[in-house]
C-alpha cells in the first residue's frame, strides 16, 4: 500500500517540476541589466540588456548599427527568455576552425617542399 502512494507522490513531484514558469515570471526574476536573449513567437531572436518590467512587457536595450536602442516588448510577443554571457556572439568556434585550417597549411606546405626537393639521397 505505501509503495503506490509513494510512487504517485514522486510522479506528482515529476509534473510539477516540468511545468513551464510563464513569460512574465522568468522576465521578472532577472535583474536589470542582465544580458539576454529573447526568442519572439515569430521565430527572431535579439540579444540585449533588461530594462524596466511592467505588468504587459519589458523593455529590451540592444545594439544596433554602434547605437543603444530600447525596444518596447510584450510579454505575449515572446516565446523564451534566456540569461547569456555576453550579448556579443561567442567567436570560439570560428577561432579553432581558424587554428586547425593554418596547422593544415603548414603542414601541406613542409610535405610539398619535402615532395619538391626531390629523392632523398643516404
Avoid at 519572439?40 to 519589458?58: C, H, M, N, P, T
Avoid at 540569461?83 to 581558424?98: A, E, G
Wanted: hydrophobic share 45%.
Amino acid at each position: 500500500m505505501k509503495k503506490p502512494i509513494l510512487t504517485l507522490m514522486l510522479c506528482a513531484l515529476v509534473v510539477r517540476a516540468t511545468e513551464p514558469v510563464p513569460i512574465p515570471d522568468q522576465v521578472r526574476a532577472i535583474a536589470a541589466n542582465t544580458p539576454v536573449e529573447v526568442r519572439f513567437q515569430d521565430g527572431a531572436k535579439l540579444r540585449g540588456w533588461v530594462g524596466e518590467v511592467s505588468d504587459s512587457g519589458f523593455v529590451l536595450s540592444h545594439e544596433a548599427k554602434q547605437q543603444l536602442e530600447r525596444k518596447d516588448v510584450g510579454f505575449r510577443e515572446v516565446r523564451s527568455v534566456k540569461v547569456v554571457k555576453s550579448v556579443h556572439p561567442s567567436h570560439t568556434t570560428r577561432n579553432v576552425l581558424i587554428g586547425v585550417a593554418i596547422g593544415v597549411v603548414v603542414i601541406g606546405g613542409t610535405l610539398a617542399a619535402i615532395v619538391a626537393s626531390g629523392p632523398l639521397v643516404y
